[in-house]
T-cell receptor, first 117, second 115 residues
Framework: AQKITQTQPGMFVQEKEAVTLDCTYD???????LFWYKQPSSGEMIFLIY??????QNATEGRYSLNFQKARKSANLVISASQLGDSAMYFC??????????????FGTGTRLQVFP | NAGVTQTPKFQVLKTGQSMTLQCAQD?????MSWYRQDPGMGLRLIHY???????DQGEVPNGYNVSRSTTEDFPLRLLSAAPSQTSVYFC??????????????FGEGSRLTVL
């Protein structure tokens, strides 16, 4: 069974609008971490945001926020005020196990976001 | 700020040839890993290391060898390349230990084509 599921192969959003990229995960470990990475067309992997399973509040980093719904096992990325430079592939990833116990990340298949003027 | 450096960035091999993808990091990270990225499949873990002298297999280790003689370097060896190993390879490193989140720092990737 897939551990990380990203059901949206592609998404379109107009500049300055908000967009939500979906991510669901599957784990029986009570301790885990969730990450989002951005991969622009140039190919590098850029870390965006992190949420620990015991964090009470949703993580935020500038225009990025993580909508963490633990009971639903979802960790959606919300990008506010989209910019043309946000056009990229976005990957959701999970660390199974407590912080510091492992750095093995399991990645989803990604969502390609295209921002249009 | 070099971070994680991978070489070469591009390589074309013939089936059966061998090669080594180099990876070096200058952040004194204990944890290093190799992923491959294939269309529609995300990134899959090949091998990883939690410190010098320690390596372990990931999800797709077959056809690849690694070693970790120093903290800085983590080369990936293809002993007999196959077309199925055509992919983009990423080396990543991270802090490892109590209180660390597991955030990975990636190299720029190496695109390998096996004919």
């Amino acid at each position: 069974a897939q551990k990380i599921t990203q059901t949206q192969p592609g998404m379109f959003v107009q500049e300055k609008e908000a967009v939500t990229l979906d991510c669901t995960y599957d784990t029986s470990d009570p301790s885990y971490g969730l990450f989002w990475y951005k991969q622009p067309s140039s190919g590098e992997m850029i870390f965006l945001i992190y949420q620990g399973s015991y964090d009470q509040q949703n993580a935020t980093e500038g225009r990025y926020s993580l909508n963490f719904q633990k009971a639903r096992k979802s960790a959606n990325l919300v990008i506010s005020a989209s910019q043309l430079g946000d056009s990229a592939m976005y990957f959701c990833a999970m660390r199974e196990g407590a912080e510091g116990s492992t750095d093995k990340l399991i990645f989803g298949t990604g969502t390609r976001l295209q921002v249009f003027p | 700020n070099a971070g994680v450096t991978q070489t070469p960035k591009f390589q074309v091999l013939k089936t059966g040839q061998s090669m080594t993808l180099q990876c070096a990091q200058d952040m004194n990270h204990e944890y290093m890993s190799w992923y491959r990225q294939d269309p529609g499949m995300g990134l899959r873990l090949i091998h990883y290391s939690v410190g010098a002298g320690i390596t372990d297999q990931g999800e797709v280790p077959n056809g690849y060898n690694v070693s970790r003689s120093t903290t800085e370097d983590f080369p990936l060896r293809l002993l007999s390349a196959a077309p199925s190993q055509t992919s983009v390879y990423f080396c990543a490193s991270s802090y490892y230990g109590t209180g660390t989140t597991g955030e990975l720092f990636f190299g720029e990737g190496s695109r390998l084509t096996v004919l």
